[in-house]
T-cell receptor, first 113, second 113 residues
Framework: AQTVTQSQPEMSVQEAETVTLSCTYD???????LFWYKQPPSRQMILVIR??????QNATENRFSVNFQKAAKSFSLKISDSQLGDAAMYFC??????????FGSGTRLLVRP | DVKVTQSSRYLVKRTGEKVFLECVQD?????MFWYRQDPGLGLRLIYF???????EKGDIPEGYSVSREKKERFSLILESASTNQTSMYLC????????????FGPGTRLTVL
């Protein structure tokens, strides 16, 4: 069975600082995709970043980047220059060829002004 | 922009009632999904559909059914609501035929008394 684990229920970061959210996963598939989703207090879930497992290069989207360690099955999210608007629940998710997403339990990110 | 809408943001029902949660997407997506979100558990897949009149069980289908009579609409049905179905319900959609991000609705907070 595929699993996604987020071991940090809550993280806190000072505005303008950098924070890293951890995610590990387990799958027997060779072809899969990894996602980080953000859920602000308004509840609309939005995609932050995605990573194809066959790509060695880590994905980057502006202030958001990932550290993808395929052998270790690790997929962490780094947020640089944190902003108040980054405060949200962050979910790591795994997708295989069935197009279904398997989510982790989430990490609540608090941003201190 | 892709828009996924859900019929209600908040819903209160009584035990034993039949409950309908509606989801509509406006981007001609083939795939549609229903999740429930509970604290500490992340999002868990209830049912999904790859096409009109098609449905597949997810990880927690017990107590739920779905209907997809039109491509843009995917309904979640609780035949006889129970208190353990009190939760946040999220609908999502994605393009068919390829791995792609899922676009989420705002969610319905269902309380069963």
């Amino acid at each position: 069975a595929q699993t996604v684990t987020q071991s940090q229920p809550e993280m806190s970061v000072q505005e303008a600082e950098t924070v890293t959210l951890s995610c590990t996963y387990d799958t027997s598939e060779s072809d899969y995709y990894l996602f980080w989703y953000k859920q602000p207090p308004s509840r609309q879930m939005i995609l932050v970043i995605r990573q194809e497992a066959y790509k060695q290069q880590n994905a980057t989207e502006n202030r958001f980047s990932v550290n993808f360690q395929k052998a270790a099955k690790s997929f962490s999210l780094k947020i640089s220059d944190s902003q108040l608007g980054d405060a949200a629940m962050y979910f790591c998710a795994l997708m295989d060829s069935s197009y279904k997403l398997i989510f982790g339990s989430g990490t609540r990110l608090l941003v201190r002004p | 922009d892709v828009k996924v809408t859900q019929s209600s943001r908040y819903l209160v029902k009584r035990t034993g009632e039949k409950v309908f949660l509606e989801c509509v997407q406006d981007m001609d997506h083939e795939n549609m999904f229903w999740y429930r979100q509970d604290p500490g558990l992340g999002l868990r897949l209830i049912y999904f559909s790859y096409d009109v009149k098609m449905k597949e069980k997810g990880d927690i289908p017990e107590g739920y059914s779905v209907s997809r009579e039109k491509k843009e609409r995917f309904s979640l049905i609780l035949e006889s609501a129970s208190t353990n179905q009190t939760s946040m319900y999220l609908c999502a959609s994605s393009l068919g035929g390829a791995v792609d991000e899922q676009f989420f609705g705002p969610g319905t907070r269902l309380t069963v008394l």
